[in-house]
Structure formats: structure tokens, C-alpha cells
């Protein structure tokens, strides 16, 4: 969250402009597919390597269970990222901070979202209660399925949300 404000200080102190707006959008969607990638090519890949093996780890659990990722992980994850959209915007901090302050939201939506998910919390809108029952789904009936978290229709673009019950139990 430190990084994420010092971010937006950052760019609330440069001028804005209208390249911003497709920045963070792309940044956003940039998000949006790589959750999927990394859950579906990395976390549930047949490779031996310790994302995976924490990932097992995680679908070993009870559903319910406080499941948030070490700040090793998040630091990393975020150096590798600004060092990305710094190539990408070809060095222009405005921009660079646009995408930046845009995926990191996406970061942190992503944590609190995971970790509320798992908790019995009982979600009052209906992203929340679709977001919970699509994770259900990936934990609980089966884990070839349903990889998308944040934003569930990327599943049903991308052919991995069938309907549940022509699905087997596999977890």
C-alpha cells in the first residue's frame, strides 16, 4: 500500500493527459490476463517449481483460511513490473506511474479480493457473491477450471468456465 501511494503522490504531481487513460486501461487489462496465465501456465503447471508447490499448498487448505502472499513475493513482483512498464513507456515517468498506480490497484484488489474470498464473509454485491462462487467453483469442484479471479468473464473468454455441472469433481 506504501508503494501504491507513493506511486499516486507521484503522478498527482505531473500533468495529465490523454495518453493516461489508455495506459491504465491496457495496464488494467494487462492485470486481468495475467492472473489468468500465471494461475493456469504457472500455479497449476506440470513443471516442478515453488510457485507451484506454495499454490499446492494453497488448494491443500480448508477453503476458509487467510491466504495472502508474503511481501518477498509482492516486493519482487512489483520491481519486476515497474521495470516492465518503464521499457514499455520507453522511460516516460508520466506514463510509467499511469500504468503503474493502474496495476498496482489491480494488485491490491486482487489480495483483498482473495483474502475476503476465503473468509465467510458474506459478500453483499454481485461481483462479490459471482467473484466467491467462481473461486468456489476452481477450489471446489474442479481445479482444471475457473482460473480467472478478479474478473470471472476473462474465464469465459478464454473457454475455462463451463458449466459446473458438466464438469467431474477434480480437486
Known amino acids: 500500500v506504501s508503494v501504491l501511494s507513493l506511486v499516486l503522490w507521484a503522478r498527482l504531481c505531473m500533468p495529465c493527459s490523454w495518453a493516461d487513460l489508455p495506459v491504465a486501461l491496457l495496464a488494467a ?3 486481468l490476463l495475467q492472473e489468468w496465465v500465471i494461475h493456469k501456465k504457472l500455479l497449476h503447471s506440470d513443471f ?3 510457485g507451484r508447490s506454495i499454490h499446492e499448498g494453497h488448494h491443500a487448505k480448508p477453503y476458509y ?6 511481501p518477498d513475493l ?3 513482483f512489483m520491481a519486476g513490473s515497474a521495470a516492465v512498464f518503464w521499457v514499455a513507456m ?5 506514463l510509467t506511474c499511469t500504468a503503474l498506480l493502474a496495476y498496482y490497484s489491480c494488485g491490491l484488489n486482487y489480495a483483498f479480493t482473495h483474502y475476503l474470498v476465503h473468509t465467510k464473509y458474506k459478500p453483499r454485491s454481485a461481483l462479490m457473491r459471482a467473484i466467491r462462487r467462481h473461486h468456489m467453483l476452481h477450489h471446489l469442484r474442479n481445479v482444471d477450471n475457473w482460473f480467472s479471479f478478479t474478473m470471472p468473464h476473462v474465464d469465459a ?13 477434480k480437486v
Open 29 to 31: 487489462s494487462i492485470w
Open 48 to 50: 516442478e517449481w515453488f
Open 65 to 70: 483460511h487467510v491466504s495472502i502472499d508474503g
Open 74 to 76: 509482492v516486493a519482487g
Open 90 to 94: 520507453r522511460g516516460d515517468m508520466q
Open 157 to 169: 473468454w478464454l473457454g475455462t468456465a463451463p458449466k459446473p455441472r458438466a464438469v467431474p469433481h
